[in-house]
């Protein structure tokens, strides 16, 4: 039976009852005669665990009815490069009597073969060629045994990385590997007779590279770009930096934590980023576009849950702050005056411009006006040029001189969307200005009053005699002095 031992440490056996609950006292090992500083310790059979003292104890109920049960006890000097492995046989009180009859007679019962990976540190400094593991027949004990192996890393790509000491079965690295691109090997060991026979079954064994923390986090993207409206609650989330690693994942190598280093501009923190997830949010309870339009916040990346001696990265984040309409337009003047012409029909008399703080030609800032106040016999009409956003007030109903030598308005202005305030700020209120219209007056021809005259005659009536007077007067003086009539 081919099985897998420690040239530096005795194999240790425990006489135990045939079964074991679970949380059961096994035994204690001397771990520091094996090795001194210890770093890493671990069973290769999950249903034992060994405490730092050395206590074996089982995790699960264990049986040993059928036959005795082998584990390995795996030591590791992390700084040193070193690595030990304890055998550990349990041994049922009821077989152990069996045993030494079976011993008597001189029969002899094969165990079965439960396989132990070797562990080999990823970028492991040697010095090379660096042991790794021994392979070994009980068969030796009968015949002379050559020790043979194939498979990656032997007589495959990577080719040469291991070889097998032919005499002995000890397993040897020849140069450092790297975890990311060989994660695991599995070899295929032979033991075999000098004249070719083979009495025991091929192993397969595996030889598991353990990660080394040689690869530092890096962000998904160059650059990641978010946006969130102005006057946010805090707590809204704004986007997520997500970061990856290469190395091992579900250890301390990939625990990832993020952190903001710096915000632009840096005034009062605007945002909280989630150390686990990357998730960021709103932090500062009144974003406004219109103090800052945008920020910057360069980001950490760390791995080892952030401890100071874990690789990091860092990554920026644009953040735009998107407008909304908490701003009210407004007039840059209270008064306007201006002049037309009596009688002027749909002519531009007068165009006003407001100022608006939230983004141009967005729904926000983009004006309606109106006449709230002296247009009565909707004389006038104002609208807004797309274009530029100003209000052209015209003259739709002509004016006479004579009855209003001017008329003063009071226009008004909103915005095409609904306001969104701040929460608890002040409601806003509406710009209003004045405009005062002065009629110019316009040399007028004289007017019949009335328009129409009817005049009724006698019939032979004489050639000459008057039968009426119908007068015009001067609209701008009210008299008919210097008018002459013809028909």
Not at 16 to 31: H, N, W
Not at 189 to 199: E, H, Q
Not at 292 to 306: F, I, Q
């Amino acid at each position: 039976v081919l099985s897998l031992c420690c040239e530096a440490c005795k194999k240790v056996i425990f006489h135990v009852p045939p079964k074991l609950e679970a949380d059961t006292l096994v035994g204690r090992v001397d771990l520091k005669e094996c090795l001194q500083s210890a770093e890493f310790i671990s069973s290769s059979d999950g249903n034992f665990k060994i405490l730092e003292d050395g206590s074996v104890y089982t995790t699960s109920a264990v049986s040993l009815s059928t036959e005795e049960k082998t584990f390995t006890i795996l030591l590791k000097d992390i700084q040193e490069q070193v690595e030990k492995k304890i055998s550990v046989s349990l041994v049922g009180e009821e077989k152990e009597k069996s045993r030494h009859a079976r011993d008597a007679v001189l029969k002899r019962t094969k165990r079965r073969w439960g396989p132990i990976p070797s562990v080999m540190l990823e970028n492991s400094l040697g010095p090379f060629p660096l042991q790794i593991q021994q392979v070994q027949s009980d068969t030796a004990q009968n015949y002379t045994i050559y020790y043979s192996a194939s498979g990656p890393g032997i007589d495959q790509d990577p080719k040469g990385l291991f070889y097998i000491e032919r005499e002995t079965g000890n397993i040897f690295a020849t140069r450092a590997v790297d975890r990311e691109e060989y994660p695991s090997f599995q070899i295929i060991c032979f033991a075999t007779t000098p004249d070719g026979y083979s009495p025991e079954v091929p192993l397969v064994h595996t030889i598991r590279i353990e990660d080394d923390n040689d690869n530092a986090p890096y962000f998904t993207q160059d650059l990641f770009e978010f946006s969130v409206p102005e006057n946010s609650r805090p707590g809204v989330v704004v986007g997520r930096m997500t970061a990856e690693d290469r190395d091992e994942p579900y250890t301390l190598h990939t625990t990832l934590k993020y952190r903001i280093v710096a915000q632009n501009p840096p005034v009062t923190p605007a945002f909280s980023l989630h150390g686990d997830t990357g998730v960021i949010s709103v932090l500062l309870p009144q974003l406004d576009r219109e103090l800052v339009p945008s920020y910057t916040l360069l980001v950490e990346v760390r791995d080892m849950a952030g401890q100071p001696f874990g690789l990091c990265t860092t990554g920026t984040a644009v953040i735009r702050i998107e407008d909304t309409n908490d701003n009210a337009p407004c007039f840059q003047q209270m008064q306007y005056e201006t002049r037309v012409e009596e009688n002027r029909v749909n002519v531009e008399i007068l165009r006003v411009s407001v100022v608006d703080l939230d983004e141009p030609g967005s729904p926000g800032s983009g004006a309606v006006y109106e006449i709230i106040r002296g247009n009565d016999d909707r004389s006038f009409e104002i609208t807004t040029d797309r274009n530029t956003n100003e209000g052209v007030l015209c003259v739709v109903k002509g004016l006479d001189y004579e009855s209003a030598k001017q008329r003063v308005l009071v226009i008004a202005v909103n915005n095409e969307a609904p306001y969104m305030l701040a929460p608890h700020s002040q409601q806003v209120s509406q710009s209003t200005s004045s405009v005062t219209v002065h009629v110019l007056d316009v040399d007028e021809g004289p007017v019949f009053k009335p328009c129409f005259l009817r005049i009724d005659v006698k019939e032979c009536e004489d050639v000459g005699m008057s039968i009426g007077r119908y007068l015009a007067e001067d609209p701008e003086t009210g008299n008919s002095e210097g008018i002459r009539y013809e028909i």
